[in-house]
């Protein structure tokens, strides 16, 4: 038995869990993750798991070919890893990597290249395009296939209770996102709150969901819009993090109540039916008590545009074009490893109210780049937070890390045009390519 599987005694314990990733500064690192959907070149489908050009060949080729280790549920392969790395299958068949925890931009940029690369080469033959794109760009969400996964099924029968568009959510979007250390609670705590209040900035900048469904949906993300109908309990901005007090105590206790999905024992999946965390722990279930690996499985199971693990996951953000997949790991860098820029980044959009965050998540769903919050264009919000991430790497560079300042290019010339990535396909399907979904796959291909 692992110190992981023995009974949670207190509630103490639970809060100490995040205490264990405390990380010195030397050993920060930078993990990234992406999403990508794949479709068949020839008819336009959704590539299901199952067939002899499914995604399950897909991961199996992956396995014996580049030496992935084989993550199976139920006889089937779910998922691979390898060297700290895991590439999992989501709901709708996106296929996603976890990258592993690296020391500089250009290892998490080179990880991911080599890893696309990878896909697109076991995946030719067999007809499957992959698309850096925010949302299916065709398909209703009803059309999509499901994957063998039990956690999904167990979802699928909770989420559409909470929220309208929360199948969408699971079948339909992709996105990009960067995991980051902090060192104690206080380094935690700055370090959450400032990312909470910029993220609906970096939504705006990386917004990429502008068709679905074979025509224009309305928003520049429609991914940012779907995920704001999805569960209240554990979904949005979080507001008390931006209290003074807040620390690891405060996210335990919101996590508590948050309604778990399953408890899992001996590979089976145990729908929890709206039981919250903390009557777990008073009551118990089905006559098993918690543990911390039950407490880690349901922190995976909370969405908040901001999450704490035992690292800080930011996940607000469309799939976007491989340049721009390398830049955000190098924008978030900026701001949460260099101590100046991450208190300027929180004097930038702290002082915003509760209402200023729901608006500006609304402004970059609809407009991207294009919208305004709190009085100023969202472009004006989105220059001056790059110009403070690119100071905080400057002072970096200076101190003898790795100058990655040249990461932020793909975004110097994203706000030179004052367009996010959906805002321009939107022009282009308006414009150059007519309506034609043929144009868009031929532009979003990996």
């Known amino acids: 038995m692992t110190a992981g599987s023995n009974p949670v005694e207190h509630l103490g314990q639970l809060v100490d869990y995040f205490r264990q990733g405390e990380t010195p500064r030397a050993q920060w690192r930078v993990g990234t993750e992406h999403e990508k959907i794949g479709i068949f070149r020839d008819s336009g489908a959704r590539v299901p798991y199952e067939g ?28 691979l890893g390898k060297d700290g790395a895991s590439i999992s299958l989501e709901p709708g068949g996106q296929l996603e990597l976890s990258g592993a925890p690296l020391a500089t931009c250009v290892e998490t940029c080179r990880e991911f290249s080599r890893h696309v690369e990878l896909v697109k080469r076991e995946s030719a033959d067999l007809g499957i395009d992959w698309l850096a794109l925010g949302i299916d760009p065709i398909h209703k969400t009803s059309e999509i296939p499901r994957m063998p996964k039990s956690r999904y099924r167990v979802m699928r029968d909770y989420l559409p209770q909470r929220g309208d568009r929360a199948l969408d959510m699971m079948h339909a979007t992709a996105t990009v996102q960067a995991n980051f250390d902090f060192s104690d609670e206080a380094d935690m705590a700055k370090k959450l709150r400032m990312a909470m209040a910029c993220t609906p900035i970096t939504s705006a900048m990386f917004a990429n969901a502008s068709i679905s469904r074979g025509k224009p949906n309305g928003f520049a993300s429609e991914r940012v819009q779907i995920w704001r109908s999805v569960d209240p309990d554990r979904c949005g901005i979080l507001p008390f993090v931006f209290a003074a007090d807040f620390g690891y105590e405060q996210y335990a206790e919101w996590a508590l109540d948050v309604p778990m999905f399953f408890a899992v024992r001996n ?66 860098k900026g701001l949460f490893y260099d101590d100046q820029a991450c208190a300027t980044a929180w004097e930038l959009a702290g002082a915003w109210k509760q209402e200023d965050f729901e608006a500006c998540l609304s402004s970059a769903a609809r407009r991207g780049l294009g919208g305004s919050v709190a009085g100023r264009p969202m472009l004006t919000w989105a220059r001056e937070l790059l110009e403070i991430a690119r100071e905080g790497l400057a002072r970096m560079a200076e101190e003898g890390f790795a100058d990655e300042r040249s990461f ?16 321009v396909i939107l022009e282009r399907w308006q414009g150059e390519w007519a309506g034609s979904i043929d144009r868009l796959i031929d532009f979003a291909r990996y």
């Open 267 to 332: 590979a089976a999946y145990h729908p929890a039916d709206g039981m919250t965390f903390r009557q777990f722990f008073e009551k118990g279930f089905e006559g098993f008590r918690p543990t911390l690996d039950d407490w880690n499985l349901h922190l995976t199971t909370v969405f908040p545009e901001i999450r704490l693990k035992q690292f800080i996951e930011v996940r607000g953000t469309d799939c976007v074009a491989p340049d721009l997949i390398c830049a955000l790991p190098a924008l978030w």
């Open 52 to 79: 002899e050009r499914g995604i399950g060949v897909v991961l199996e080729r992956i396995a014996n070919r580049d030496g992935w280790e084989r993550i199976e549920e139920a006889g089937l392969t779910i998922g």
């Open 408 to 423: 932020l290019e793909p975004i110097d010339a994203l706000l030179e045009q004052g367009k996010s990535p959906g805002e």
